[in-house]
């Protein structure tokens, strides 16, 4: 691949990292006072911004690469999906911040202590980050492919190893002093930054394409190659191996979002950060509604992208580049190719901008978990007293700790993707369902149960996990032997992980002396709702 970046398209790229590093440094201006501060901001928060950062949060390399991917490769059906965050925002809002709330809880997984018992509590942030480490280092693995391709024309292992380190390196200085309060504030921007890239994309191409909005439209609903219509938004068919139809939307879909929203503390942290829980409910809820104008600009371009490289007829004889089997995404071929000069540069901080705004919130939330979760029970079983600032001190040297270990997770991305052969964004949202099915199962008991113990817990954290490793199609080509094992899509594997989870840990017997307290919680939450 020849490399097409001008002078002014490095300029641009300049111009973001000194940016970057201006707002990194004002950022971190404020003193932080204690662990408290410094992963919850006090809930100082404001409900926009919480919202923003939320959607930035959600959002990843993984929208910003296989968004377009999806709309170049299918139809609109995965936009669809986000009927199912709807439903999960609505249910989050109602049963599960008001409790977070009254509890007033540092990390999500606090509210099992007082309904299983403290090793409850340490089990779930364990199983949390592991699937964590999962997620993150598969969105930053992506992140790297795209800045490999940029700086070394390939995606050559060492190449995609040596911009891994570089987007880590960069995550962590830029997060490392402020806390969450400097990462909500900066994902404000970079969400700006990557929205933008990505509607000045749709606008280049709709200036590219020598066609009317009515003959693109009209092409994308009856293709030239006699495929279905690309306009598609809901897929009724049955199909287990099918993750975007109607029923995965409203079964496996209305769970990962419940996961990711109300259980996942990478995302729940910010809602933790508002001032109240209505503030926390409406931050979710809004962030749910900006979803879907930023996804369809997303699955817009690959669409456009579509016609730029399917429909000749359309094109009035242009010569444009077509992508190769070696190219890992068709908007990262546009991108380098095709791209006028300045914007590649634009589009290119785009990409970083969204890898770093999920970057960012996962050093935060992860170092969160391992020192108010694990580190600070580890001193108080050993009667071992600390200042309030030596947890702000903890809870940086836990960042430095997760970002050496996404990074060792995205190395391993790289080959994991290769074998699954799943399009970006599934891969991405697959890798998920490892940790949520587990963690679904446990706040299930939790919340509409009087079942469950410390020991139920732990197992159903694990039988989460496995059920869900088991229903990998090549897990099951390693224990059947099948070269063409049946495939069940992630949606499905998440509502049989769950479900699994659920009934294990139903199996356990509450304790007697935590009855008093899960009754004092409900009428909380009851008088919240």
């Known amino acids: 691949m020849e490399l097409q970046f001008t002078g002014l398209d490095w300029g641009i790229f300049a111009l973001y990292l000194a940016l ?14 204690d662990s408290r501060d410094y992963f919850l901001a006090r809930n100082s928060m404001p409900m926009w911004m919480v919202a923003i950062s939320t959607l930035a949060t959600t959002q990843s390399a ?7 991917d999806l709309g170049y490769r299918g139809d609109l059906t995965y936009l669809f999906t986000n009927v199912g965050a709807v439903i999960a925002a609505i249910i989050v809002a109602r049963y599960l911040i008001p409790r977070f709330y009254a509890n007033r809880v540092t990390t999500v997984y606090e509210l099992l202590q007082s309904r299983f018992g403290e090793r409850a509590k340490h089990r779930a942030g364990g199983i949390y980050l592991l699937g964590r480490v999962f997620a993150s280092g598969a969105r930053l693995y992506m992140a790297a492919i795209a800045v490999s391709m940029i700086l070394f024309n390939d995606i050559a292992a060492n190449h995609v190893i040596a911009a891994v380190i570089l987007l880590s390196a960069a995550g962590l200085l830029q997060t490392l002093i402020g806390g ?22 749709v606008a280049v191409l709709l200036w590219q394409i020598p066609a009317d909005l009515g ?10 190659d006699g495929g279905a219509s690309k306009l598609t938004l809901v897929d009724t ?8 139809n109607l029923w995965a939307t409203l079964t496996g879909f209305v769970l990962l979002n419940i996961a990711a929203f109300g259980l996942d ?22 962030s749910v509604v900006m979803v879907v104008p930023v996804m369809a600009v997303f699955m817009g371009i690959g669409l456009l992208l579509h016609i730029f490289y399917q429909s000749p007829e359309l094109m009035a004889g242009a010569n444009v580049s077509k992508p190769s089997g070696g190219d890992v995404t068709v908007f990262m071929h546009y991108v380098l190719h095709e791209m ?16 770093l705004s999920t970057l960012n919130s996962s050093l935060n939330s992860m170092a969160s978990v391992l020192t108010e979760d694990l580190y600070r029970h580890w001193l108080s079983q050993r ?6 600032a030596h947890f702000v001190r903890a809870g940086r040297w836990g960042m430095a700790i997760v970002a050496s270990t996404l990074g060792g997770m995205a190395i391993l991305c790289f080959y994991w993707q290769q074998m699954s052969d799943l399009p970006l964004i599934t891969f991405a949202l697959s890798v998920m369902v490892f940790a949520y099915s587990g963690l679904l199962g446990v706040f299930f008991t939790a919340l509409f149960t009087g079942r469950g113990n410390a020991g139920s817990v732990g197992w159903a954290l694990v039988v989460g996990f496995v059920v869900t490793l088991l229903q990998q199609p090549w897990m099951i080509t390693l224990l059947t032997g099948t070269d063409d094992p049946f495939v069940i899509a992630f949606p499905w594997q998440l509502c049989l992980g769950t479900l699994a989870s659920f009934a294990v840990c139903n199996l356990g017997k509450p304790s007697p002396e935590l009855s008093a307290d899960n009754a004092i919680i409900r009428s909380q939450t009851t008088a919240n709702g």
């Open 20 to 33: 970057l590093a201006a707002s990194g440094w004002h950022f971190s201006q404020r003193r932080t006072k």
């Open 215 to 224: 003959q693109i439209v009209g092409a994308l609903a009856a293709p030239s």
């Open 62 to 68: 993984a929208t910003f690469l296989g968004g377009p």
């Open 237 to 244: 068919r049955w199909d287990l191996s099918d993750p975007f």
């Open 180 to 201: 969450v309060r400097s990462v909500i504030q900066s994902d404000v921007l970079q969400c700006a930054v990557y929205v933008s890239a990505a509607i000045a994309v």
């Open 383 to 388: 009667k071992v007293q600390k200042p309030a």
């Open 340 to 355: 006028p000069a300045g914007l590649r540069g634009l589009v290119t901080i785009g990409v970083i901008a969204a890898a």
């Open 265 to 286: 503390q990478d995302v729940t942290q910010r809602i933790l950060t508002c001032k109240t829980p209505r503030d926390g409910a409406r931050a979710v809820l809004y």
